[in-house]
């Protein structure tokens, strides 16, 4: 029997490459590889190409196509990865018995319903399943297409083999005896509860992809699961309800010694809570002392337990850049968001700008409750450290606690609005021209801090229009000047050959600006900083 499983496309303003790996169609098509010939199709990371029709025409006068801006977001929707013919080529050449696609983003689901439409309409035969958060969340939306026979809810790899399993036998796979399988059964839906797996210590073989075509730089990288779910439960994060499990420290060892043996460079953790338990994490770390691997945990870093003591094992085992999660600066703004702030969240930062890490902290923007004060204080804060911020558009996660309880509309017409490129104004206190210019603040805070970085001897802001932003750059010292001096946003229009006011908060951009008078701009990589003094 030979199986697909395929990565889909996603249509976006941007696309992280570096976010890609397809470790869960890898963890799957390595626990079928005994009872069928899997194959991982990777359609997502193969190309970029800008898409005629924007399905956000209201966002048209924020990301302009024909203006350039130093401080500038995007510009052009596009679709990122293979287009219907060349799925449907791939699809053809290998005639498969079933396809397999990964549906991670609800936002996404059109594309991952239309790689299902495509292997249909290649042969009508082709068993498709979808699986991942958005049949977790969504099953009822995945199986209302007519190209979609089964979907996976929860963790995929044995509901999936026993799918297989039954399909190769013959035997009736809509008994409902498979856990996480949902179908459709004599005209009803059969809605299963999460399928969760006990034996987390599959080890993925890598070999099943090409490394190549996932790098860090120079460096081949790969994802690793070091444990699954997540004790906490923030009120923002959409995460499918699971137990915390952790795997065997033996396995660790030996997917540590098979990555190093592929050449792969660098790892980046997958783990929702990668150091919760911090013998525990001392021990992981331990696995990957003296194997030259680059580390990193974009997402599961806690850091309620990190201290010098486990910081300096994780520089000894290969960190060198850090991403915490700090939300808002604001205790209040975190408690009404059940998100464990720890108390020493402060103190681990000042540390850490003494620290040979480089420092990535993330907070969000509009979120329920929150207030436009806020989030300058947050910035405020962020910006007098020596780290980069990371701000991220609050949107409505589907399946988490907010989500929930707010009961927006979650029909297929508003899947598309959830993501953060969207500027969906959910917080009345956050119209879209506001979160438009929130997001241009925090690229003039870190455009600074990349000043200061390149250009030591600054000491204040306004020193940035001469050492950072010379003659020679015309366009760019022309709208720093404009935002410095006259408090507003402008850009240059390619076909006017000249300078537009672009769209704004005004009052927003003049209370930041009150708020960062007469205090330090601190650089991202080194100790270098200008005072705010507009």
Known sequence: MKVLLI????????????????LSLIMVATKIRDICDPVIVDCRSKGKRMLPENPFPELDRLYRRDTYSPFSL???????????????????????????????????????????????????????????THPTVYPEHCLSSPHVDFAIRGEGETPFYRLIEALKAGADARSGKIEGLAF????????????????????????????????IGKKPYSFFLTSRGCPFQCSFCGKPPAPYRRRGLA??????????????????????????????????????????????????????TLGPATLERMFDAGFRRLNLS????????????????????????????????????????????????????TMVYLMGKRLLPGPSIYYPVPGSPLFESSKPSASPDSFKDMRSSALNPVNPEFPRETLFTFAKLSRFINTVKAAVDNNPSMGHLLDILDIGFPESRPHDRHIMEELLLRKKFTAWVEGLDGY???????????????????????????SGAVLADT
């Open 251 to 304: 396995h660790i060892e030996k997917e540590v010694g098979q990555c190093v043996d592929l050449g792969i460079g660098a790892i980046d953790f997958e783990d929702d809570m990668l150091n919760l338990d911090i013998p525990s994490f001392h021990s992981l770390l331990d696995c990957f002392h003296g194997t030259c691997l680059q580390l990193s945990a974009m997402n599961g870093l806690y850091a309620g």
């Open 74 to 132: 995007f510009r052009s929707y596009y679709r990122f990865g293979l287009y219907e013919k060349d799925i449907a080529d791939i699809i053809r050449t290998h005639k498969p018995n079933v396809v397999a696609i990964s549906s991670l983003f609800t936002t996404y689901a059109a594309q991952a319903l239309q790689v299902a439409a495509i292997a249909k309409g290649v042969d009508s035969s082709i068993t498709t399943v979808m699986g991942g």
């Open 326 to 377: 700090l939300v808002d600066a604001s205790p209040s703004i975190n408690r009404a968001q059940k998100r464990q702030l720890p108390a020493h969240m402060s103190n681990l930062l000042s540390y850490l700008e003494g620290s040979s890490f480089l420092t990535e902290t993330h907070f969000i923007i509009g979120l329920p409750g929150q207030q436009p004060r806020d989030v300058i204080d």
């Open 184 to 215: 459709h059964r004599d005209g009803k839906l059969h809605i299963p509860a999460i399928a969760v797996e006990e034996k987390i210590d599959l080890i993925p073989d890598r070999m099943l992809v090409d490394k190549n075509h996932y790098r």
């Open 500 to 526: 537009i006011e672009e769209v704004q908060d005004h009052a927003l951009v003049t209370d930041f600006f009150d708020a960062i008078r007469g205090k330090p701009i601190k650089g991202f990589k080194t």
């Open 7 to 22: 990565q889909p496309p996603i249509e976006d303003f941007y696309d992280t490459a570096i976010r890609t790996y397809p």
